[in-house]
């Protein structure tokens, strides 16, 4: 099993500043690797997949880069929406099998 | 557009099984190319993926869980359903159903695209 770890677990920044958030896979994965974001309440939403593709709809402020273990997603300039928590997800193995990172809480400072 | 809803029977006691529907709209399962699946999500965790299934029956399962689960699809009704036996209070948690992206035919697939509200499935006595 592909083990994911995210780090840091809490992240606290002001809107305005850049945030960058790490996740490290167990073996390489490639680029197969999404972003979710996660509100209170909410379901998980798609921000990134294909370590550096963004999902519909998601603003250009949010970028990932990697490829391999080591894996960034970068929020350029944080807007008070943004705070939330972040996951990450490989989908790299056959058959079919998902595992995500412990998640990385970004919370206003 | 599609939508997906899971609808359950409530709270379930220890050693009992916990039962789940996802019904989709918007997307036929017998048309699409996806593969469909069940994630949960301890209160105050983690996302934990169950399992996966492809319309046509195949499934595929967190090896963690795989004694204890099988997912099944009902492509009459347009749902899919998360059985999962002899509960303990370690399973308590919102259960989400979910759609993956993915081509079954060529062998592909990708992340977790779309996403039910999720339900919060307690195990108590």
């Known amino acids: 099993e592909t083990v994911m770890t995210q780090s840091p677990a809490t992240l606290s920044l002001s809107p305005g500043e850049g945030a960058s958030l790490s996740c490290r896979a167990s073996?390489?994965?490639?680029?197969?690797l999404a972003w979710y974001q996660q509100k209170p309440g909410l379901a998980p939403r798609l921000l990134l997949y294909?370590?550096?593709t963004r999902a519909t709809g998601i603003p250009a402020r949010f970028s990932g880069s990697g490829s391999g273990t080591e894996f960034t997603l970068t929020i350029s300039s944080l807007q008070s929406e943004d705070f939330a928590v972040y996951y990450c997800?490989?989908?790299?193995?056959?058959?079919?099998?998902?595992?995500f990172g412990q998640g990385t809480k970004l919370e206003i400072k | 557009q599609l939508q997906l809803q899971e609808s359950g029977p409530g709270p379930v006691k220890p050693s009992e099984t916990l039962s789940l529907t996802c019904t989709v709209s918007g997307v036929s399962l017998a048309s699409s190319p996806d593969y469909w699946g069940w994630i949960r999500q301890p209160p105050g965790k983690g996302l934990e993926w169950i399992g996966s299934?492809?319309?046509?029956?195949?499934?595929y399962y967190n090896p963690s869980l795989r004694s204890r689960v099988s997912i099944s699809a009902d492509t009459s009704k347009n749902q899919f359903s998360l059985r999962l036996t002899s509960v303990t209070a370690a399973d308590t948690a919102v259960y989400y159903c979910?759609?993956?992206?993915?081509?079954?035919?060529?062998?592909?697939?990708?992340?977790?695209?779309?996403w039910g509200r999720g339900t919060l499935v307690a195990v108590s006595s």
């Open positions: 073996q390489a994965i490639g680029t197969n």
């Open positions: 299934i492809y319309y046509s029956g195949s499934t």
């Open positions: 294909g370590a550096s």
């Open positions: 979910a759609r993956h992206s993915g081509d079954y035919s060529s062998g592909w697939y990708g992340p977790t695209d779309a």
């Open positions: 997800q490989q989908y790299a193995n056959w058959p079919p099998s998902y595992t």
